[in-house]
């Protein structure tokens, strides 16, 4: 029998942020977690991967001890021997005073991003980096691209309530994969499809587990996006279905967009996204005689060189019709922007110096094996802390990842629950809490929900949360910050004060505070979020980022692509598979076991031409690397595509180099942001 049951919030980088229950069995253990019933847009739905957490937090290989190296990088833990914690934290402080006084503070570059999205065990690390002026991090990997293309147009980060999905007549999924990565948008969806008839559209360049629910699916070739929605806004003006008065009043240049998308016929489309005129011109009428539609836009199809163009001219589509007046009729990409959060005291913004060297996390691999494009003039890295993050799976350019990791003059210690690949290269490895181990707070994209998570059981071994591993480091380095000094319930407290919420225990009591807005604020019907009220079909892109001088002016398919050639005629997709989330999950082997192995899905005409049969093994390889999967023949998807859904631990490929060998650390156009499914490749059997 349960103990009791508490509420909780799914803290992993998915938007769709769950109000969870669960069952506490003991002090230190916990049963079944269920979707909560009090959160309207969880309704008590949640993956499968969570619903299964207690095997996470108390599987027998949790990380519950401090670790340091013994043996060789790479080897996990039979290289290792225990450690303790007062021992660690003595050395790691140790070695970020040497590496600062050798080579100066930006010698030291602590790296994080989303294993968990709580704001204070997340983004803490920051306090430490400014208060000390270590090197700053561009965090780009997820949403450099996709944040670029909507604000160019929207202005701000926010869009419909995902509820409303319930409202609409014709849903638009466009570069997601709800059924592997955000199982509410489908209830939500399965919701409209119920009560109100709607139809659901899916764009992906593969039949994913979504599109095989769709009424019409349009499977375009990766990274041609833009080409797509040019051509659907050239029919909604041609056809009618331009609302110009909508225009005139929330717009900025609409003239000058239909004369520029008079060239951007169904049939200049059609050549490059490799969808028939025919479909584009179905898409197109059905989006311009349905008020209610509702764009869902996700992060697929932004990974790419010109990601923010794709992003931002899927995102015009809702301002040419004027769907944004009708309920159920928009948009949604991300909400995280209307959280009226005061990040200082987290953060440690107060400290802030942006004279101190910046480099993009999407590019360690060339940072860490000396690249001047990211250094500068700076020191090299020779210290590190991670937290929340495993790139030696998640970074492109795996191989220069690898490489730099290797180095023997870099100090790495990782803070982690399980001993994923990264931790294997560290010196220093740290146990970490679990969400449920700590307090924490939790904003969401996908819902208008804050959520406040407490501690629901005791850290399982010796197991620290990130807070309490920084205030401690903070003492040992001299950091001076009173972020430091407080318990991360005080910070929540003082952060929620700072902001003008309301006080987190009734928040934690209540199951969440709703941020949603008004119906007028959410459509953007008192204007947009530039200084003119006026989404921008022209977006002012210097605003946006330093890369901007390639940027499309007006909406476009913007060749910049990593184009298929003779050498390499493929265009390969690295997608998420169900069974992970990033790189979380890989750790135990249930999930590995549900997923499989690392497949390469081939459309049969190039299975034929190359003599590829179910289970071959086959090589993929460009300049960057080379590696080796299993194919499986797969009608799903246009000839010259790839897909390998992942992420997949290196270690589980045949010859143990992983999908991210392959994929590029260039950054996308124009604020940076990673390019994983922008990749060409060879492919042969092995
Ligand atoms: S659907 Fe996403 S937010 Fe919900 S439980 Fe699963 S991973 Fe967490």
């Known amino acids: 029998m349960p103990l009791d049951t508490v509420l909780s919030a799914c803290p992993h980088d998915c938007p769709s942020t769950c109000a969870l229950e669960v069952e506490r069995l003991s002090s230190d253990r916990v049963g079944k977690v269920r979707g909560g019933r009090h959160n309207p847009y969880t309704a008590g739905v949640i993956c499968a991967k969570v619903a299964r957490y207690a095997d996470r937090v108390h599987h027998p290989d949790r990380l519950t001890q401090p670790l340091f190296r013994v043996g060789d990088k790479g080897v996990g833990r039979a290289a290792f021997r225990p450690i303790g914690w007062e021992e660690a934290l003595d050395l790691l402080a140790e070695r970020f005073v040497q590496a600062a006084q050798r080579h100066g503070p930006e010698a030291v570059f602590p790296y994080f991003y989303a294993g968990t999205m709580g704001l204070v065990q997340r983004d803490g690390i920051q306090r430490l980096r400014h208060v000390m002026g270590y090197s700053r991090q561009l965090s780009t990997i997820c949403v450099g691209l996709s944040d670029a293309g909507w604000i160019a147009g929207a202005g701000v980060k926010r869009g419909l309530d995902g509820r409303e999905i319930a409202d609409a007549d014709l849903v638009v999924m466009w570069g997601g994969n709800p059924v592997n990565t955000q199982v509410n948008v489908m209830t939500q969806i399965a919701r409209a499809r119920k009560e109100r008839g709607a139809k659901l559209v899916v764009v992906d360049p593969y039949r994913t587990g979504t599109a095989e629910q769709a009424d019409l699916h349009l499977m375009l070739r990766p990274g041609t996006d833009g080409a797509l929605a040019a051509a659907v806004m050239h029919v909604l003006f041609r056809d009618g279905y331009a609302d110009r008065a909508y225009m005139t009043r929330y717009t900025d240049v609409p003239e000058e967009l239909e004369r520029h998308l008079a060239a951007r016929t169904p049939d200049w489309a059609a050549a ?216 991360a319930w005080q910070l929540i407290e003082a952060t929620f004060n700072a902001s003008g919420l309301p006080d987190p225990a009734s928040v934690y009591e209540q199951g969440g505070h709703d941020c949603a807005q008004d119906f007028e604020t959410r459509h953007f019907l008192n204007g947009f979020a530039h200084p003119d009220g006026k989404f921008r079909f022209k977006p002012d892109w210097s605003e946006i980022g330093p890369c901007h001088e390639r940027m499309p002016a007006l909406p476009d398919h913007m060749a910049v692509i990593d ?37 390469a899905l081939v459309h049969p005409q190039d299975c034929a031409r190359l003599g590829i049969t179910e289970g071959d093994l086959v090589r993929i390889s460009n300049r960057r690397g080379s590696v080796l999967v299993h194919a499986r023949p797969f009608p799903g998807l246009q000839p010259g595509v790839l897909v390998v859904e992942g992420i997949w631990p290196n270690a589980a490929f045949v010859g143990g180099v992983g999908i991210n060998a392959l994929t590029s650390a260039d950054a996308g156009f124009p604020a940076g942001g990673a390019v994983f499914h922008d990749t060409a490749v060879a492919l042969a059997r092995a």
């Not at 020779?382 to 929340?388: E, H, R």
């Not at 969400?435 to 998570?453: C, K, M, N, P, S």
């Not at 690295?574 to 192995?597: C, I, K, M, V, Y």
């Open 272 to 487: 490059i996204t490799g969808l028939s005129s025919e479909e584009i011109v179905r898409f197109a009428q059905l989006y311009g005689a349905t008020k209610r539609s509702f764009l869902r836009l996700g992060y697929g199809f932004t990974r790419s060189r010109n990601g923010a163009a794709n992003m931002h001219a899927a995102s015009c589509l809702p301002a040419v019709t004027g769907a944004w007046q009708h309920p159920g009729g928009g948009a949604l990409y991300s909400n995280t922007g209307l959280y009226p959060i005061d990040r200082s005291l987290i953060e440690g913004l107060d400290r802030l110096d942006r004279t101190v060297r910046r480099m993009d996390q999407s590019r360690l691999g060339p940072i860490l094996t000396g690249d001047k494009r990211d250094l500068g003039e700076g020191p090299p890295v020779t210290a590190m802390l991670i937290q929340n993050t495993n790139p030696m799976m998640v970074c492109p350019e795996h191989m220069k990842v690898r490489e730099g990791f290797s180095r023997p003059d870099l100090f790495l210690a990782v803070h982690e629950q399980f001993m994923t690949e990264t931790a294997a290269m560290a010196d220093l490895v740290l146990p970490a809490t679990t969400f449920l181990e700590h307090d924490d707070f939790y904003i969401a994209g996908g819902h208008t929900f804050l959520q406040v998570a407490r501690k629901a059981i005791e850290p399982v071994g010796q197991a620290r949360s990130n807070h309490d591993l920084l205030c401690a480091l903070a003492r040992r380095l001299g950091a001076d910050h009173r972020g430091f000094e407080m318990t």
């Open 563 to 599: 184009e298929a050639e003779p050498e390499r005629p493929f265009r390969l997709v690295t997608a998420p598979a169900r069974s992970f989330l990033n790189s979380t999950f890989t750790e135990t082997s249930a999930s590995r076991e549900r997923e499989g192995r690392p497949t």
